[in-house]
C-alpha cells in the first residue's frame, strides 16, 4: 500500500522562486491537510481540505496556496519563495467525518530557500 | 485558543524501565480528541494512541497507555518496558471536537525520549 506519497523529498529553491509540493493518498480518505515541522516548534497547520473543491486557511497559511480537484491529490504550491519557509513539510490524510482514529502521514518533503 | 504543552525537551530512560512523557493542554471545549505520534530519526511520523474527552478509561495500545486526568488537563503518555527502538521524538496534539474534523491537529514542542541500554 502506498498511503499517502509526497514528492518531492528534497528541494533546494533560491528567494522568489514559486514550486508545488505534490501529495496524493490511495485510501480514499475524504480529510488532507499540510503541515510544516520547524525545530523547537512541532507541527503547525498550515491548509486543510474536508473534500474535493473544498479548502481552509489552517494556522501559518501565508505565503501557501492549495487546491483539491480530486479525492486523492492536495497539492501545495508556494508562489514566491521565502527564506522563512525553509522547513519540513508533511502533508497528511484521514479517512473523514465521524472517525476519531489518527492522521496518515506521508514521509515529509525538505524544503531549503536560499 | 486550544494549546498543548510538552515541559520535558529531552528524557532519558534505561531500557526495560517505564517512562512517562508529560502533556497538558488548555482548551475551553467539551468535546476534544487527544493524540499520542512517535517521530523517529527517519522522520515519519507514527500514530500511538488516541483518547477521547468523553472517555472514562485509560487508552492502551500494547505498551503505551495515555494517563488522562481531565481536571488537571493532562494527557500523558505511559512507555512501559522501554526498548532501544523507542528513542524517538514524541509529539502530544489535540483536535477540537472529539472527531478529527478536517485532520486538523493542534501539536506540541515534542519530547526527545533516549532509551539506554
Known amino acids: 500500500n502506498a498511503g499517502v506519497t509526497q514528492t518531492p523529498k528534497f528541494q533546494v529553491l533560491k528567494t522568489g522562486q514559486s514550486m508545488t509540493l505534490q501529495c496524493a493518498q490511495d485510501m480514499n480518505h475524504e480529510y488532507m491537510s499540510w503541515y510544516r515541522q520547524d525545530p523547537g516548534m512541532g507541527l503547525r497547520l498550515i491548509h486543510y481540505?474536508?473534500?474535493?473543491?473544498?479548502?481552509d486557511q489552517g494556522e501559518v497559511p501565508n505565503g501557501y496556496n492549495v487546491s483539491r480537484s480530486t479525492t486523492e491529490d492536495f497539492p501545495l504550491r508556494l508562489l514566491s519563495a521565502a527564506p522563512s519557509q525553509t522547513s519540513v513539510y508533511f502533508c497528511a490524510s484521514t479517512v473523514g467525518q465521524g472517525w476519531t482514529g489518527e492522521l496518515f502521514f506521508g514521509e515529509g518533503s525538505r524544503l531549503t530557500v536560499l | 485558543a486550544q494549546k498543548i504543552t510538552q515541559t520535558q525537551p529531552g528524557m532519558f530512560v534505561q531500557e526495560k524501565e517505564a517512562v512517562t512523557l508529560d502533556c497538558t493542554y488548555d482548551?475551553?471545549?467539551?468535546?476534544?480528541?487527544l493524540f499520542w505520534y512517535k517521530q523517529p530519526s527517519s522522520g515519519e511520523m507514527i500514530f500511538l494512541i488516541y483518547q477521547g474527552s468523553y472517555d472514562e478509561q485509560n487508552a492502551t495500545e500494547g505498551r503505551y497507555s495515555l494517563n488522562f486526568q481531565k481536571a488537571r488537563k493532562s494527557a500523558n503518555l505511559v512507555i512501559s518496558a522501554s526498548q532501544l527502538g523507542d528513542s524517538a521524538m514524541y509529539f502530544c496534539a489535540m483536535t477540537r471536537q472529539l472527531f478529527n474534523q478536517g485532520g486538523k491537529l493542534i501539536f506540541g514542542q515534542g519530547t526527545e525520549l533516549s532509551v539506554k541500554p
Open positions: 481540505s474536508v473534500g474535493a473543491g473544498i479548502t
Open positions: 482548551t475551553s471545549d467539551q468535546s476534544y480528541g
